[in-house]
């Protein structure tokens, strides 16, 4: 546990919060600050800065509770859709420092945007440069 940790000290029980399910290895709660009702994140219980410090068997069990929640999350709200998103990092603007999905509910007039409209435009990347990055995202892994 990081004691300076927001959600570090939510996982202890320090600081309330609006738990809706909870595994061995993580928890989805409530977003004290929701971007529509319903907003839920799911983190490790561990506390791990990024997606990239996780280990395999939290990751999975992350992904599983989310993949759990996401349907209830729908359901309680009456939402046909939602946006399933993690900041990971802080250049792609993660504000608390412990890994988390957040759940999003959606509905198709609420006037909001997809994740594409994150960017104003695409790079164009051409077709070798492409086949470049994903001969080095293959060497990486
Ligand atoms: P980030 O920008 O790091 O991806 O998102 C952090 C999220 O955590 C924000 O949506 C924010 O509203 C939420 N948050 C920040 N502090 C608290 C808190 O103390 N309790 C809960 N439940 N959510 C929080
Ligand atoms: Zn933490």
Not at 33 to 60: F, K, Q, S
Not at 82 to 99: K, L, R, S
């Amino acid at each position: 546990m990081d004691s300076d940790c927001i959600f570090c000290q939510i996982v202890a029980g320090d600081i309330p919060a609006n738990v809706v399910a909870e595994t061995d290895d993580a928890v989805a709660f409530l977003d004290a600050n929701p971007l529509t009702p319903g907003h839920t994140l799911v983190i490790p219980r561990e506390h791990y800065h990024r997606l990239n410090d996780v280990p395999d068997d939290v990751a999975a069990e992350v992904l599983g509770l989310l993949h759990d929640v996401v349907p209830a999350v729908e359901a309680a709200v009456d939402a046909p859709a939602t946006t399933v998103a993690f900041n990971n990092g802080e250049a792609a603007g993660q504000e608390v420092p412990h890994v988390h999905g957040h759940i999003v509910p959606r509905s198709g007039d609420d006037g909001q945007r997809p994740i594409h409209a994150l960017f104003d435009d695409r790079p164009g990347v051409g077709d070798e440069e492409m086949d470049e990055i994903a001969a080095a995202i293959q060497a990486e892994r």
